[in-house]
C-alpha cells in the first residue's frame, strides 16, 4: 500500500486533514484522532469558535493547530510586517515551546512560520523574528502585551486565536492581559479556548470571547485519570526527607516527578536527594529559561530519572512515561493536586501518585479528597502515633513502605513493586474543582507602565 493510501484511510483524513499536513501528521506518529481531536477539528474547520474543556494529555495541542495549519497552508505566505496570522497564548513558557514543537512537527514540510515570545528571555531575537510577520505566534501574554504596547508586535490581522489552559492563565494573574490581547486582534477572529476547568471567570471570558462556540469536553471537570493508582504516605516533616530517598531507591520508580509547593522547597528536595546519592534535575520560576528547558530535556529522553518542580513550572509539561508523581508536600489549592498527578498515567498507561502528608497538612489532604471525592488510601504511617485530627484509617498495602533505609533496591526482590503496584485502592470517580477567584480590573494597553496585574509567576513566565 503506498503512503497515499496510507493516508486516505487515516482518521484525520475522515476529519478534513488532508495532503502534506495529513502525511506530516502521520509521520509524527499520530496515526488515529484522539476524541478531543475528533470533536474539534471538524468544527474548527467549519469556522467554528470552539470551547474546550481538556487537559494537557489529551491531544488538544494538534486539536486546535491542525485546523489553523489546514486554512493557513491554503492561503499561501503572504505576511504583513510585525503582523501574526494566528495567536496562540499559553500560560508558561515551557508549555508554549511545547506547543511551537508540535506545531512544527506538524507543519513539516509546508512553508508556515513560527515565532515565540516569552518573558525572562532577550526580547531582542523574539522582536527580529516576528519582524517580517510570522503565521503563528506562540506567546506568554505577559511579554506579549508589553511588545505590543511597544508595536512591536500587531495584533489587528490576526483572525485565529486560541488560549491554552486559560483556567491557569487567570490563576497567574494573566487574565486581562489575556482580554486586552484578544481586544487588539481581528474582530472576525475565530477563537478557541482550552481550560481543564471552567471556574466562573473563565466562564465569563469565554462568553465574552466566542461566539456561539462549539462545547468540547473529553473528561469530567477535576476528575484524576482511572488509570492513576493514588496514596498518602504519613510523615513529619523532618522525616520525608528519608521517605523519600527509601521510595526512590526502588527502580521500579523510573521516570518520576517530585512536586514541591514552593521555590525553595523544590531546591531543597533537590538538594537533598543528591545528597542521598541521587541525581534529580529542578525546575521553577527562579531557574533561567535555558536551564528550566536543559532540566526538561534530560528527564524527556531519560538521562535523568528524577525532576523536582513546582506546580507552575511543571504545569502543561508533556512528558510520556512518567510513572510516578510524588508529592513531597501538598498543594496550597486542591486543585493543584489533579494537575500534578496528571502528569503521570498519560495515554492508558499505569502511573503511582504518592503524596507525603505531615499533620499539619491534614486539611489540604481533606479539600484533596474533597476535590477527587474519594479517600486516599494509606500506603504507610510513619506518624508513631495516630493523629487524633484524622479519623483511624487500615492501611490500604499491608507492605509498609519507607521504612528502609538502604537506598538500593533489596536484591531477593522482596519489596518490588512498592509504590508501584496495582493496589485494590485502584478506582475511577469524579470531582468538581472549585478553582474560582476574583478578577482584576481591566487596564487599557497604554496605561499599564508595568506588569502590575501578574502575579510573581506569571513575570517570570
Ligand atoms: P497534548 O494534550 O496536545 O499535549 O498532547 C499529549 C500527547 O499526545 C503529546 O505527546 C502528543 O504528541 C500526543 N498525541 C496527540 N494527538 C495524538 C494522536 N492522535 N495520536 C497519538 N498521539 C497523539
Known amino acids: 500500500m503506498t503512503d497515499e493510501n496510507t493516508a486516505d484511510q487515516n482518521g484525520f483524513a475522515k476529519l478534513g486533514i488532508s495532503?502534506?499536513?495529513?502525511?506530516?501528521?502521520?509521520?509524527?506518529?499520530?496515526?488515529?484522532?484522539k476524541p478531543i481531536q475528533e470533536q474539534a477539528i471538524p468544527a474548527q474547520l467549519e469556522g467554528r469558535d470552539v470551547l474546550g474543556i481538556a487537559q494537557t494529555g489529551s491531544g488538544k495541542t494538534a486539536a486546535f493547530a491542525l485546523p489553523i495549519l489546514s486554512k493557513i497552508i491554503a492561503l499561501g505566505t503572504k505576511r504583513r510586517p510585525k503582523t501574526a496570522r494566528a495567536l496562540i497564548l499559553a500560560p508558561t513558557r515551557e508549555l508554549a515551546v511545547q506547543i511551537e514543537e508540535?506545531?512544527?512537527?506538524?507543519?513539516?514540510?509546508?512553508?508556515?512560520?513560527?515565532?515565540?515570545?516569552?518573558?525572562?528571555?532577550?526580547?531582542?531575537?523574539?522582536?527580529?523574528?516576528?519582524?517580517?510577520?510570522?503565521?503563528f505566534l506562540i506567546a506568554t501574554p505577559g511579554r506579549l502585551t508589553d511588545l505590543v504596547r511597544e508595536k512591536d508586535v500587531?495584533?489587528?490581522?490576526t483572525t485565529w486565536l486560541v488560549l491554552d489552559e486559560a483556567d491557569r492563565m487567570l490563576d497567574m494573574g494573566f487574565i486581562n492581559d489575556v482580554r486586552r490581547i484578544a481586544k487588539a486582534t481581528h474582530p472576525a477572529r475565530q477563537t478557541a479556548l482550552?481550560?481543564?476547568?471552567?471556574?466562573?471567570?473563565?466562564?465569563?471570558?469565554?462568553?465574552?470571547?466566542?461566539?456561539?462556540?462549539?462545547?468540547?469536553?473529553?473528561a469530567p471537570q477535576g476528575t484524576t485519570a482511572a488509570e492513576i493508582v493514588q496514596g498518602v504516605v504519613f510523615a513529619r516533616t523532618k522525616q520525608k526527607r528519608q521517605v523519600l530517598s527509601n521510595m526512590l531507591a526502588d527502580e521500579a520508580m523510573r521516570s518520576v516527578i517530585v512536586f514541591a509547593r514552593t521555590k525553595h522547597g523544590a531546591d531543597r528536595v533537590t538538594k537533598d536527594l543528591e545528597r542521598d546519592g541521587f541525581e534529580a534535575a529542578v525546575i521553577?520560576?527562579?531557574?533561567?529559561?535555558?536551564?528550566?528547558?536543559?532540566?526538561?530535556?534530560?528527564?524527556?529522553?531519560?538521562?535523568?530519572?528524577?525532576?523536582?518542580?513546582?506546580?507552575?513550572?511543571?504545569?502543561?509539561?508533556d512528558v510520556p512515561?512518567?510513572?510516578?508523581?510524588?508529592?513531597?508536600?501538598?498543594?496550597?489549592?486542591?486543585?493543584?493536586?489533579?494537575?500534578?498527578?496528571?502528569?503521570?498515567?498519560r495515554n492508558g498507561a499505569d502511573g503511582v501518585a504518592i503524596t507525603l502528608v505531615n499533620p499539619s497538612e491534614n486539611s489540604k489532604l481533606r479539600q484533596v479528597e474533597r476535590i477527587i471525592r474519594m479517600k486516599l488510601p494509606i500506603i504507610a504511617d510513619h506518624l508513631g502515633s495516630p493523629d487524633p485530627q484524622r479519623e483511624p484509617r487500615q492501611p490500604a498495602n499491608?507492605?509498609?513502605?519507607?521504612?528502609?533505609?538502604?537506598?538500593?533496591?533489596?536484591?531477593?526482590?522482596?519489596?518490588?513493586?512498592?509504590?508501584?503496584?496495582?493496589?485494590?485502592?485502584?478506582?475511577?470517580?469524579?470531582?468538581?474543582?472549585?478553582?474560582?477567584?476574583?478578577?482584576?480590573?481591566?487596564?487599557?494597553?497604554?496605561?499599564?507602565?508595568?506588569?502590575?496585574?501578574?502575579?510573581?509567576?506569571?513575570?517570570?513566565?
Open 19 to 33: 495532503g502534506q499536513l495529513l502525511k506530516a501528521t502521520l509521520a509524527a506518529g499520530f496515526t488515529e484522532p
Open 102 to 135: 508540535t506545531i512544527r512537527v506538524l507543519a513539516k514540510g509546508a512553508h508556515v512560520s513560527t515565532a515565540l515570545v516569552l518573558g525572562g528571555v532577550s526580547r531582542f531575537s523574539q522582536v527580529k523574528k516576528i519582524g517580517p510577520g510570522v503565521d
Open 154 to 157: 500587531i495584533l489587528s490581522e
Open 194 to 218: 482550552f481550560s481543564a476547568t471552567m471556574p466562573n471567570e473563565i466562564a465569563d471570558l469565554a462568553k465574552g470571547l466566542l461566539r456561539d462556540p462549539v462545547r468540547v469536553e473529553v
Open 284 to 317: 521553577h520560576g527562579n531557574k533561567s529559561q535555558n536551564a528550566r528547558q536543559k532540566a526538561l530535556n534530560g528527564f524527556r529522553d531519560g538521562s535523568v530519572r528524577i525532576l523536582v518542580a513546582t506546580d507552575i513550572a511543571a504545569r502543561g509539561i
Open 321 to 345: 512515561g512518567i510513572s510516578h508523581v510524588v508529592n513531597f508536600d501538598l498543594p496550597d489549592e486542591a486543585e493543584s493536586y489533579v494537575h500534578r498527578i496528571g502528569r503521570t498515567g
Open 398 to 461: 499491608d507492605q509498609p513502605a519507607g521504612e528502609r533505609t538502604g537506598r538500593g533496591p533489596r536484591r531477593d526482590g522482596a519489596d518490588k513493586p512498592r509504590f508501584d503496584g496495582k493496589p485494590s485502592g485502584k478506582r475511577p470517580f469524579t470531582g468538581k474543582p472549585k478553582g474560582e477567584r476574583k478578577p482584576e480590573g481591566a487596564k487599557p494597553f497604554r496605561a499599564r507602565r508595568r506588569p502590575g496585574g501578574r502575579s510573581k509567576q506569571a513575570r517570570a513566565a
